[in-house]
Structure formats: structure tokens, C-alpha cells
């Protein structure tokens, strides 16, 4: 079992940044692949950003592609997603999610694909 915990949100205006944080706890985190989603009120989760256990392998969605970065330190069991030139159509709730890894280059764009979700954090940017 691995357990995911979301921070780094909050309110922001439109142009600016924010850098959500994901910590796992519970399994060794290097094992895993790892990813970011978003689901705005109303609005199906979607994919946002993804990246491999370990060579850092990454994967955008184009709507944040060029804007945001999927990082992660596995000393550090964490994974993060810098967000750069936030408009207000990024407003939503940010969930990260992780699954076992079956090759190092993994990385899951697939929100079936994922086994472990965290609770969420809020984004809101202003116009």
C-alpha cells in the first residue's frame, strides 16, 4: 500500500506560479510511476503530467505542455509539478497518483492505469 499526500496549493492570479508537492509513504518510491491529474467542478479527471520511477522519462498534456514540469526525488519519496503562467482555465482540484512500475521507462498517461490517488489539493487562479 502506498499513500499519497498533495500540497503546495492555494490562490493564485492569472501569469502566476505555483509548485504542488507529493509525498509517498508506505512502499519504496523509486518503484513507482508517477503522475499528476486535475479535475475542475463538473469536468472528468484529466491527465496532466507523468513521469517514469527513475531516467526521468515525462509526459505533458498539451494544454499545460511548455508551462508546467513534472519532477521528482525519490531520496526525498517525492514528486513534484512546478506551474508556471497559471491562467484561471487551470482552476481545479490537483490530484497525484502513483503505480508500480513494470519497466524503469514507464510513464502512464491512463487514469485507469493508476492504483494509488491522493486526497487532492486546490488550485484557484484569478483572472
Known amino acids: 500500500q502506498v499513500q499519497l499526500e498533495e500540497s503546495g496549493g492555494g490562490l493564485v492570479q492569472a501569469g502566476g506560479s505555483l509548485r504542488l508537492s507529493c509525498t509517498a509513504s508506505?512502499?519504496?518510491?523509486?518503484?513507482?510511476?508517477m503522475g499528476w491529474f486535475r479535475q475542475a467542478p463538473g469536468n472528468e479527471r484529466q491527465f496532466v503530467a507523468a513521469?517514469?520511477?527513475?531516467?526521468?522519462?515525462?509526459r505533458y498534456s498539451d494544454s499545460v505542455k511548455g508551462r508546467f514540469t513534472i519532477s521528482r526525488d525519490n531520496a526525498k519519496n517525492t514528486v513534484y509539478l512546478q506551474m508556471n503562467s497559471l491562467n484561471p482555465e487551470d482552476t481545479a482540484v490537483y490530484y497525484c497518483?502513483?503505480?508500480?512500475?513494470?519497466?524503469?521507462?514507464?510513464?502512464?498517461?491512463?487514469?485507469?492505469?493508476?492504483?494509488?490517488w491522493g486526497q487532492g489539493t486546490q488550485v484557484t487562479v484569478s483572472s
Open positions: 497518483a502513483g503505480a508500480q512500475a513494470t519497466r524503469m521507462t514507464l510513464v502512464i498517461t491512463s487514469f485507469s492505469e493508476y492504483n494509488y
Open positions: 513521469i517514469s520511477e527513475i531516467l526521468g522519462y515525462t
Open positions: 508506505g512502499r519504496t518510491f523509486s518503484n513507482y510511476a
